[in-house]
Protein backbone atom coordinates (compact mmCIF):
# COMPACT_ATOMS: atom_id res chain seq x y z
CA UNK A 1 0.00 0.00 0.00
CA UNK A 2 1.30 3.14 -0.69
CA UNK A 3 1.80 5.92 1.41
CA UNK A 4 -0.64 8.39 -0.14
CA UNK A 5 -3.50 8.51 -2.61
CA UNK A 6 -5.07 10.37 -5.10
CA UNK A 7 -8.25 11.68 -6.18
CA UNK A 8 -9.11 14.77 -8.17
CA UNK A 9 -9.35 17.47 -5.10
CA UNK A 10 -7.86 15.17 -1.89
CA UNK A 11 -4.36 13.54 -1.10
CA UNK A 12 -5.14 10.84 1.83
CA UNK A 13 -4.43 8.02 3.89
CA UNK A 14 -7.10 6.73 5.75
CA UNK A 15 -5.95 3.13 6.52
CA UNK A 16 -7.70 0.74 8.92
CA UNK A 17 -8.38 -2.60 10.23
CA UNK A 18 -11.29 -4.18 10.83
CA UNK A 19 -12.10 -7.33 12.60
CA UNK A 20 -15.83 -8.57 12.63
CA UNK A 21 -17.83 -12.09 13.32
CA UNK A 22 -20.58 -14.16 12.25
CA UNK A 23 -23.58 -14.30 13.89
CA UNK A 24 -22.79 -16.31 17.55
CA UNK A 25 -19.40 -16.19 16.38
CA UNK A 26 -20.03 -19.66 14.56
CA UNK A 27 -17.10 -21.57 13.05
CA UNK A 28 -18.47 -21.30 9.26
CA UNK A 29 -16.03 -19.23 7.35
CA UNK A 30 -14.02 -22.66 6.35
CA UNK A 31 -14.12 -24.47 2.59
CA UNK A 32 -15.87 -22.87 0.39
CA UNK A 33 -17.89 -20.27 2.57
CA UNK A 34 -14.40 -19.27 3.58
CA UNK A 35 -13.33 -18.94 -0.34
CA UNK A 36 -16.56 -17.15 -1.40
CA UNK A 37 -16.39 -14.74 1.69
CA UNK A 38 -12.57 -14.21 0.58
CA UNK A 39 -13.17 -13.26 -3.13
CA UNK A 40 -16.16 -11.41 -2.22
CA UNK A 41 -14.99 -9.19 0.06
CA UNK A 42 -12.51 -8.62 -2.37
CA UNK A 43 -14.50 -7.67 -4.81
CA UNK A 44 -16.81 -5.24 -3.32
CA UNK A 45 -13.93 -4.06 -1.74
CA UNK A 46 -12.41 -2.96 -5.22
CA UNK A 47 -16.10 -1.62 -6.45
CA UNK A 48 -16.26 0.83 -3.92
CA UNK A 49 -12.84 1.91 -4.66
CA UNK A 50 -11.34 0.35 -1.65
CA UNK A 51 -7.92 -0.76 -1.60
CA UNK A 52 -7.19 -4.27 0.53
CA UNK A 53 -3.53 -4.47 1.98
CA UNK A 54 -4.30 -7.71 4.07
CA UNK A 55 -7.31 -9.54 4.23
CA UNK A 56 -7.69 -12.98 6.26
CA UNK A 57 -10.40 -15.09 6.60
CA UNK A 58 -10.28 -17.49 9.79
CA UNK A 59 -13.17 -20.15 11.04
CA UNK A 60 -14.96 -17.54 13.15
CA UNK A 61 -13.77 -14.15 12.19
CA UNK A 62 -12.45 -11.49 9.68
CA UNK A 63 -9.75 -9.65 9.52
CA UNK A 64 -9.00 -6.94 6.93
CA UNK A 65 -6.28 -4.22 6.80
CA UNK A 66 -7.96 -1.35 3.63
CA UNK A 67 -7.51 1.80 2.54
CA UNK A 68 -11.09 3.56 2.30
CA UNK A 69 -11.09 7.02 0.60
CA UNK A 70 -12.26 9.70 2.29
CA UNK A 71 -15.39 9.95 0.35
CA UNK A 72 -16.88 6.48 1.94
CA UNK A 73 -16.97 6.42 5.82
CA UNK A 74 -16.37 3.13 7.37
CA UNK A 75 -20.19 2.38 8.38
CA UNK A 76 -20.71 2.86 4.48
CA UNK A 77 -17.63 0.11 3.91
CA UNK A 78 -18.63 -2.25 6.26
CA UNK A 79 -22.95 -1.78 5.81
CA UNK A 80 -22.44 -2.62 2.08
CA UNK A 81 -19.76 -5.17 2.77
CA UNK A 82 -21.64 -7.20 5.40
CA UNK A 83 -24.83 -6.83 3.15
CA UNK A 84 -23.97 -8.19 -0.03
CA UNK A 85 -21.65 -10.98 1.39
CA UNK A 86 -24.78 -11.79 3.60
CA UNK A 87 -26.97 -11.81 0.94
CA UNK A 88 -24.37 -13.79 -1.36
CA UNK A 89 -23.96 -16.50 1.52
CA UNK A 90 -27.44 -17.32 1.73
CA UNK A 91 -28.09 -17.10 -1.97
CA UNK A 92 -25.53 -19.51 -2.36
CA UNK A 93 -26.51 -21.99 0.90
CA UNK A 94 -30.07 -21.56 0.99
CA UNK A 95 -30.22 -24.43 3.79
CA UNK A 96 -28.45 -21.46 6.07
CA UNK A 97 -31.48 -19.32 6.04
CA UNK A 98 -33.73 -22.71 7.24
CA UNK A 99 -31.45 -22.94 10.58
CA UNK A 100 -33.57 -20.84 13.70
CA UNK A 101 -30.68 -19.19 14.86
CA UNK A 102 -29.71 -17.17 11.81
CA UNK A 103 -32.85 -15.72 10.80
CA UNK A 104 -31.86 -12.77 7.97
CA UNK A 105 -28.26 -12.20 9.37
CA UNK A 106 -25.49 -13.82 8.71
CA UNK A 107 -22.75 -11.47 10.24
CA UNK A 108 -22.68 -10.34 14.21
CA UNK A 109 -24.08 -6.51 14.45
CA UNK A 110 -20.72 -4.84 15.59
CA UNK A 111 -17.30 -4.70 14.02
CA UNK A 112 -14.38 -3.56 15.67
CA UNK A 113 -11.87 -0.77 13.97
CA UNK A 114 -8.86 1.15 14.32
CA UNK A 115 -7.05 3.67 12.23
CA UNK A 116 -3.62 2.42 11.02
CA UNK A 117 -0.65 4.59 11.68
CA UNK A 118 2.68 4.64 13.07
CA UNK A 119 2.25 0.94 14.12
CA UNK A 120 1.07 -1.02 10.18
CA UNK A 121 3.86 -3.03 9.83
CA UNK A 122 3.28 -4.42 13.46
CA UNK A 123 -0.88 -4.91 12.41
CA UNK A 124 0.03 -5.72 8.86
CA UNK A 125 2.07 -9.04 10.11
CA UNK A 126 -0.26 -9.71 12.81
CA UNK A 127 -3.47 -9.67 9.92
CA UNK A 128 -0.99 -11.94 7.94
CA UNK A 129 0.54 -14.24 10.37
CA UNK A 130 -2.95 -14.52 12.53
CA UNK A 131 -4.39 -18.26 10.89
CA UNK A 132 -1.03 -19.38 12.01
CA UNK A 133 -1.68 -18.99 15.63
CA UNK A 134 -5.05 -20.22 14.89
CA UNK A 135 -4.28 -23.30 13.85
CA UNK A 136 -2.23 -23.45 17.01
CA UNK A 137 -5.01 -22.84 19.37
CA UNK A 138 -7.59 -25.14 17.25
CA UNK A 139 -4.63 -28.14 17.69
CA UNK A 140 -5.17 -27.43 21.50
CA UNK A 141 -8.93 -27.15 22.09
CA UNK A 142 -12.04 -28.58 20.19
CA UNK A 143 -14.32 -25.78 18.49
CA UNK A 144 -17.85 -26.21 16.78
CA UNK A 145 -17.32 -26.97 13.34
CA UNK A 146 -19.96 -25.83 10.70
CA UNK A 147 -20.47 -28.01 7.79
CA UNK A 148 -23.11 -25.97 5.39
CA UNK A 149 -23.73 -29.23 2.96
CA UNK A 150 -25.46 -30.12 6.59
Known amino acids: M ?3 KKQSHVIYKCDYHIVWVPKYRFRILT ?13 YSEWLGCEIAELNVLVDHV ?9 ESVSTYM ?13 SYPMLKKRPYWGNHFWGRGYFVNTVGINEDQIRRYV ?12 NQQGF ?3 PGT
Open 2 to 4: SKY
Open 31 to 43: GEVGMLMDKDIRM
Open 63 to 71: HVVISIPPK
Open 79 to 91: GTIKGKTAIKVFK
Open 128 to 139: KYQKDEERKEES
Open 145 to 147: DFD
